[in-house]
């Protein structure tokens, strides 16, 4: 099999017919959904299995004797399983059900940081995160005396590995880092990263995000201590997420919210805990969305996320070059490493009036800060826009872009 | 395969009036006033408008109003025709246009309250982004910044 190419981008093609959402007109013209990194779009298998859950199987999980229960906490429990084969984890205990990656971040922030920081310790992030891998560790700074260093990027969007190195210190507690920056696109060099801070003793959190959806993720091969995910953005429904984290040490964190299911016994001489990794799982849990995770895995899998990485790099390629060719551009985001994503500016039009002239072209990307203002100040800009593919995009809805852009040029010239 | 439509091009063409674009190239009052009475900042996080509006006000008249700041078209654009308008009216003429000119833009069943004795045919031009829920915000950027200005806010207006 070493030349699949061919036959199977062919099938990534026919992918698009999968997903309902994507066949309608906008505007009076076909839609081109390019804000995936945002939310991606739903296939038919993970709606109709969303559905199937609603109608015939919908009970609460790990409680009732009766059978719609067994088979609600079947499919839930079904689903847990599933992503840990995605992500190669070395079991079900390391997989814990979040609301989504803000959520599995926070836990790390104040189930792991919060006991052990001190003052004057510090959580290394970089200048590129999401205010989701930002904000959390400055409140737990805040409630600790620690402090948020962030190792600095260069014009291109890339991490400086040297700069990074060098803050990595003997007060630095947790690196916290994207696999893939939501607004720039850059893959970060996360084995590396994760080699300097280890051969440290400093463990490793990855904000995989934008990093899922678009690569396949083997959270032993990377050797990362926490890796954190969202459903919505790998073709799952909203409100569903993923913290990975190694046995040894979510073996040895309390419980980030108390209530029901996370526990043994109550008493009010005292409680005992759950097991791993029902002790971070308090109350009823998203049942319907973890389902729909569990679903949009097999259809990633049908897929094949090596041929959603060779198609989205191309994809990705021939963007980048096709808003290149453009008069007034600037792209914003040049790693050599790219994944999904270009920002970009045009002219001097604000990015707000070029998403709306876009959307009237049946065009949709996103606009302004995309919650990494600190981004956005380093390049000197109040916001970009944002055009992201995914494994259902073509060159077609390239291409509708660009003309778009060309349109809201004539406009505002 | 994209040739564009032109009825849809006309309804693009209803928000980015002629009129607007002249105001979003060439504000108009677009400059600090160093002997303001008031001013306010106004800030839409959504798309990263922010703008400072500075006015004099001398007895109950408005004598100078103007803004800083950066935004997009159409928010730029609505602070340069306001600042225009409100220019030698009185505070509380101002403030019936400020009720005025929202009313018109978030609420799809506003009839034309009581006459405020000010014409505002000029800020007609706002009207298309009545179809733009996310574009309202930029409209009525400037007048929150004037209302919380001239009330004696010292909070920045968010319009989030
Ligand atoms: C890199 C990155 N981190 C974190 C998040 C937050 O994800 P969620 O809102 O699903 O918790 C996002 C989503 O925009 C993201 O792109």
Known sequence: MSQPQENQLASIADCRRDFPALHQQVHGHPLAFLDSAASAQQPESVIEAVARYQQRDHANVHRGVYTLSHRATEAYEGARDKIRSFINAANRREVILTSGTTESINLVAQSYCRPLLQPGDEILITHMEHHANIVPWQLVCEQTGAVVVAAPINDAGELDIDAFDQLLSERTRLVAVAHVSNALGTVNPVEELISRAQARDIPVLLDGAQGVPHMSVDVRALGCDFYAFSAHKMFGPTGTGVLFGKEALLEDMPPYQGGGDMILEVSFDGTTYNELPYKFEAGTPNISGVIGLGAAIDYLLSVGMDNVAQHETQLLDYMMQQLGDIDGMRLIGTAGSKASVQSFLVDDIHPHDLGTILDHQGVAIRTGHHCAMPVMDYFGVPGTARASVALYNNRGDIDQLVDAIRKAQQIFS | ?160
Request: hydrophobic residues 35%; aromatic residues 4%; contains cysteine.
């Open chain 2, 1 to 160: 395969m994209n040739a564009i439509d032109i009825n849809h091009d006309g309804e693009l063409r209803d928000l980015y009036r002629e009129l607007i674009l002249d105001h979003a190239r060439n504000p108009r009052h677009f400059h600090k006033i160093d002997d303001a009475t008031h001013t306010a900042e106004g800030i839409n996080p959504l798309c990263g408008d922010k703008l400072r509006l500075y006015a004099k006000v001398d007895g109950d008249v408005i004598t100078e109003a103007s803004f800083e700041g950066s935004g997009c078209a159409i928010s730029v654009a609505s602070a340069s025709l306001m600042t225009d308008l409100v220019t030698g009216l009185s505070v509380h003429r101002a403030l019936g246009c400020f009720a005025e000119i929202t009313g018109r833009l978030t609420n799809p069943d506003h009839h034309v309250g009581q006459d405020i004795g000010v014409n505002l045919d000029k800020l007609r031009a706002l009207d298309g982004v009545r179809d733009y829920p996310s574009r309202v915000k930029c409209a009525t950027l400037a007048w929150h910044a004037l209302n919380s200005a001239v009330t004696g806010q010292s909070q920045p207006v968010s319009t989030e």
